[in-house]
């Protein structure tokens, strides 16, 4: 079962790589309006990406059943199972609005998504007491649902500003939508390192002292850049750090961190050199051929349709069954204030479109924040600033 | 101030941009634009009205949705800036002095730094509260501001509107066309088929849908206001109750706050998962991380006293029930819920010596000492007896010559004792700890020999009652209810007019998803011959047609 499920998430990812190019094709050939050629396209697309969304319900649905649980109690599951549903959610705005830029945009997000969860430990874990409940699958599921929604707003953003920003010109927005793709390939610098360091098969462990002054043991699986505080290594010939931190830092995140972004540093480079253009500016073609009153409003849309979503998901059942596994309905844990910072953003997004008239530009920008506060409550949060919810 | 009469005749209050029966403009602000802001259609709202009190001035700066998002915005900064460092309530430490020293020690100046601001605690801030207080009050203003006025105007509009109302729709079209008459007739019945409600005046159709939808907003923030009183009636007493309780193995304690309730701890259990009794599909995960915890349950009996009995154990105590608690699973009784939240193995329960000869090691009797209730003498045969001089349950070590102890926990129990013999009627004094044994007056014959100890859990549990629930649930179904009215329905209206001049103008407005009530239009004009529209503000389809989307 557990074999069957792992192939299944492999069918629905390389499906959705293959889309990704489809939906390129339709996008392509759709200067020739309602052509034939670009039906067969979007039609071949749409159907590959249905196809790998069936696949990565089988899934989740096999693991259900081998993990007695729903795939959703560590970070690899449910980052998972946010990708999948990032594709859900673009298939359902897609019948709405059938265009095919979003598709191309959509995917490749959901893919990154994927690739940056398997990076994490993949095995089955058992429930800890503090998941022992059916509020796991009703909280996290609904909650990742909503934030899946609202990721699509943020494709559509990007979208509109890839289409609307002049790339010619030096701008603030030329900058900063660079850096956004900068940060995609931050990402994916992140998949490639982890993936050579695992092929390579590099461990080395060392005892450190930690800020309550006790000697433990970590391990680590990239060279270390740099060293937890006062550390020796107990595996010989392991590399001597190159910077020890102090007691406060976890110089083991830390050194995976400085690899990612030195690898997708060298990515990025090596793509600018053989494109000999900004990435921005290698999607833009795509983009032109988008109308960006329909990006604004699927921007818009995907935002309704998520909030009441996120808002039942993320805090009112994360409401009741905090009050029940920990007593109490609100407390504070960095995870819930995210929560909530993610919400009162979105209700702000949504405040100052309807009074404000940040349509357009404005509200694409602002889409793409939110969805960066989304992945910063999904990565950051559990990585760097534990709490209750730490369960990776 | 005046009403403002309108040429129609209708008198509508003063401050009002669009007249509301006819939509005429009546300022000369509005009647220069080219579209009218049709978020309020125009309304006489208060705050853009009266300006002169320091009550109008309140009203208005509450009103604001720009102040309103001012407010949140902070709120949402301050949040973030307290999950920078864990609050005072993740703290190992309950003293102020020792939380000041923990996050100096834990994190440096910035924590020192942290924890001086305030911002160690910044949730029950008075400035984060006063935030709170503030997106409340302007909750309210700002609603009742736009959904009065808003509410009287749609109430009054007529199907009948004037030219230079529809003129400034974003959808907008005019044109002459043939059967004008039996056009808008077939447009009327379409419209009906597509569940719009037609009003028909004359040669005008007014075709509305989903009008609700527009009070989703003030529903939503009546939710939330609802909330807000929720969380504020904890303050009063009786409403919510959080205490926590250490209960050890075979003990009984009063629960507190409760009308004389009391928990009788049966058993403690801690168990984690086994790669041999879990499903194998676990193995992989229990060997990379070692031990995974499966269960922590107390195992309790739950007891009925005198409403007014608090502590020891009274006489009079009434069965209620057994009951296992888990985590996600309380006891729950009256309006109290009683969690497992913490819990200590094997704490020392009782300790079973000897007393001996030094030398020759012959026993003179055993005797168990219950650390949680020493007995001053413990009588053994043959004349032997052992007296408990002093006890010192969390022993650290002496200070000037005086033994002293951490706390009241049997973590390190120390004895001073006095053993008496018929060698030694007067007793030797003897200091025993549980690895060694000192003799402050001198050598002694005889000893106390540690034989064994029975050792106990103890849970932590926590005991809660709140009963402002119910509203912050009402509350979240309110908001909810009033999010989802107005987040998946629109209010689209259709205008179709026949002018005198012969010529048929259609104009829409909806509060969003423009492309579909474009749609709507195109199904109408499938069946009734209408005019060609277009949508005034969207630039990008001017510049792109021919080009194609």
Known sequence: ?392 | MDKIVCTCGNVNPAGTELCESCGRPLNQETKEKKLVDMRYEGSARRSQTYNKTIIDKIWNFFSSVKVGMWIIVSILVAAAIGTILPQVFYVPATTEADIAAYYERIYGTFGKLYYELGLSDLYSSWWFQTLIGMLGISLVIASLDRVIPLYKSLKKQQTKRHISFLKRQRIYGIGEIEASNESIDKAEEKLKTMRYKVKRDGNAILAERGRFSRWGPYVNHTGLIIFLLGVMLRAIPGFYVDETMWLREGETLYIPKTDGYFLESKEFTYETYSKEESSEVFGEAIDRVGSIAKNYQTDVALYKGADDAVAGKPDELEFVKDSSIQVNKPLKFDNFSVFQMDFRLDELKAMKFQLQDKETQESFGDFTIDLSDPQPIYELQNGYKVEILDYYADFTGFEEGVPQSKSPLPNNPAFLVKMYSPEFPKGETSFVMIKETLEPLGENKHKIAFQSVETRDVSGLTIRKDLTLPILMLGGLIFMIGVAQGSYWNHRRIWIQRLEDGQVVIAAHTNKNWLSIMKDIDAVSVVANLPKYEDQQDLDSKAEKGEGV
């Open chain 1, 1 to 392: 079962m557990v074999a069957v499920s792992s192939t299944l998430l492999f069918i629905a990812f390389v499906a959705y790589l293959v889309a990704t190019f489809l939906f390129g094709g339709a996008v392509k050939s759709s200067s020739s309006e309602a052509t034939k050629s670009f039906e067969r396209w979007g039609k071949l697309a749409i159907s590959v990406t249905i196809i790998g969304f069936i696949s990565n319900l089988g899934y989740f649905i096999t693991r259900w059943i081998a993990a007695g649980h729903a795939p959703v109690s560590n970070l690899f599951e449910f980052t998972t199972a946010f990708g999948m549903m990032v594709v859900g959610a673009f298939i359902l705005i897609y019948f709405i609005y059938r265009i095919p830029a979003l598709g191309l945009f959509a995917l490749p997000i959901a893919v990154l998504i994927i690739a940056y969860a398997s990076m994490f430990p993949r095995d089955i874990t058992p429930l800890i007491p503090a998941l022992k409940s059916y509020w796991l699958t009703i909280h996290v599921i609904t909650a990742a649902l909503g934030e899946s929604i609202l990721a699509i707003s943020a494709v559509a953003g990007l979208i509109w500003l890839l289409k609307n920003i002049d790339l010619t010109k030096k701008s603030k927005q030329r900058f900063w939508i660079e850096a956004v793709m900068y940060v995609c390939v931050l990402v994916l610098g992140f998949v490639a390192a982890t993936t050579t360091f695992s092929l390579a098969d590099y461990k080395a462990e060392y005892n450190y002292v930690n800020k309550e002054e006790k000697v433990l043991k970590m391990e680590y699986h990239m060279p270390a850049i740099f060293g937890m505080n006062e550390s020796t290594a107990i595996t010989e010939n392991a590399m001597t750090p190159l910077v020890e931190m102090p007691a406060l830092v976890n110089a083991k995140k830390l050194t995976v961190v400085t690899w990612s972004v030195l690898f997708g540093t060298v990515l990025y480079i090596l793509l600018r050199l053989i494109l000999r253009k900004r990435i921005a500016a290698v999607l833009q073609p795509f983009a032109k051929k988008a109308n960006s009153q329909f990006m604004d409003e699927i921007g818009y849309r995907s935002v309704l349709i998520g909030f009441p979503v996120f808002t039942l998901g993320a805090l009112i059942f994360a409401m009741i069954w905090a009050h029940e596994a920990w007593s109490r309905f609100w407390g504070w844990d960095p995870k819930e204030v995210w929560a909530l910072i993610t919400w009162l953003f979105y209700a702000v997004f949504l405040h100052l479109r309807l009074t404000k008239g940040w349509h357009g530009e404005k509200s694409a920008w602002l889409a793409l924040i939110g969805f960066i506060i989304i992945m910063f409550n999904l990565v950051a949060v559990n990585l760097i600033i534990a709490g209750l919810h730490s369960y990776a």
